[in-house]
């Protein structure tokens, strides 16, 4: 008998091994799943419960989509991220966006979402009345980077009230009512769709008072455009006095790079799953297809646009 029979019987098994690590080489990896985070803003502000909302709709029906939000200081700064490709969507405020269609644009448009309210609360037993008695006090104009701060300080501009004449601090809305809360500040300002989950929070803790804004929308628009409408606020939404105030249009923003397909799903599922998303917030289920589509001065990138064409709204 040879002595070398083992090698003999063991070569059948060897190559079996080979092949079968052969094959398992030449099977493709798993891909990488699309990212897309969706910077919002605070965690008790509207942008941030409609981003979640959103994300979940995403994570399940759009396989190999890992979707997430961003928490930021919401519209200035989401407009950042979205053009710097640090984020792919994000919510900002039409008065945050250059006046006029850039030429080369980063940042393209999904949708109009919902109109943005200036908020000015105050307590309901303090000094302030209106904008003027602002004058001397200790007031919060937003986070930095945020559309509030964008529009409080043209509003504060617009009625002479910047400079030294207030008392400015750039809180987020987390930390001005905190600091209302405590009598750190008078009053803060925070622009958000209604009802600003934050703001009604702290209303059923705090008796509050919103400041009547609406007088200063025309001079707004004759100073920086016509973006600005008035809206109200209703007594029901903060259990407070109702009042007219200053409201420009939301829009949810994209990369402008992400591809044409993408877009137009996420678009479709947007436009699609509104119950869905106005369960998370009320401000969600205000869309439409045929309000969507006007979002000047930004473009709607063209995975949008199919979308809109197809269902002709």
């Known amino acids: 008998m040879s002595r070398h029979w083992p090698v003999r019987a063991a070569a059948p098994l060897v190559l079996a091994l080979l092949l079968v690590s052969g094959l398992a080489g030449c099977r493709d990896e798993p891909a990488e799943p699309t990212r897309i985070r969706i910077a919002t803003g605070s965690p008790t502000a509207v942008y941030h419960a409609f981003g979640q909302s959103l994300a979940a709709v ?16 919401a519209s200035a700064q989401n407009v950042r991220l979205v053009g710097s490709g640090a984020a792919e969507l994000g919510f900002t405020q039409a008065d945050v966006l250059p006046p006029r269609e850039p030429e080369h644009p980063s940042v393209l448009a999904v949708a109009r979402v919902y109109d943005d309210l200036l908020h000015l609360v105050t307590r309901a037993g303090g000094p302030i009345r209106t904008l003027a008695d602002l004058r ?4 919060s104009v937003g986070a930095d980077g945020s ?5 409080a300080t043209r509003l504060l501009k617009v009625a002479q009230l910047d ?15 905190t600091a209302l809360r405590d009598g750190r500040i008078d009053a803060f300002f925070f622009s958000g769709g209604l009802p600003v989950r934050g703001v009604a ?17 025309e001079s707004l628009r004759r100073g920086y455009g016509q973006v600005y409408v008035t ?9 407070a006095e109702p009042v007219s105030t ?23 599922l947007l436009m699609e ?31 949008a646009a199919q979308w809109y064409r197809a269902a002709k709204p």
């Not at 001397?136 to 007031?139: A, D, E, I, K």
């Not at 809206?231 to 259990?239: G, W």
């Not at 200053?246 to 479709?268: E, F, G, K």
């Open 246 to 268: 200053v409201a420009n249009p939301n829009y949810l923003i994209v990369r402008a790079d992400l591809p044409t397909s993408l877009v137009r799903d996420v678009t479709r």
């Open 163 to 177: 400079g030294s004449r207030i008392r400015q601090e750039h809180l987020g809305l987390d930390d001005s009512m």
């Open 273 to 303: 799953r509104r119950a869905e998303l106005a369960a998370a917030h009320p401000a969600a289920g205000r869309m439409s297809p045929r309000s969507a589509i006007v979002t000047t001065p930004l473009p709607l990138h063209p995975g």
């Open 147 to 151: 559309g509030t701060e964008i529009t």
């Open 201 to 217: 929070d702290l209303a059923e803790r705090t008796s509050l008072r919103i400041v009547d804004l609406g007088e200063w929308t």
């Open 58 to 73: 995403l994570n399940r029906e759009l396989p190999g989509v890992r979707a997430e939000v961003v928490v930021t200081a």
């Open 136 to 139: 001397g006090h200790r007031v």
């Open 231 to 239: 809206r109200d606020i209703p007594r029901s939404m903060y259990q």
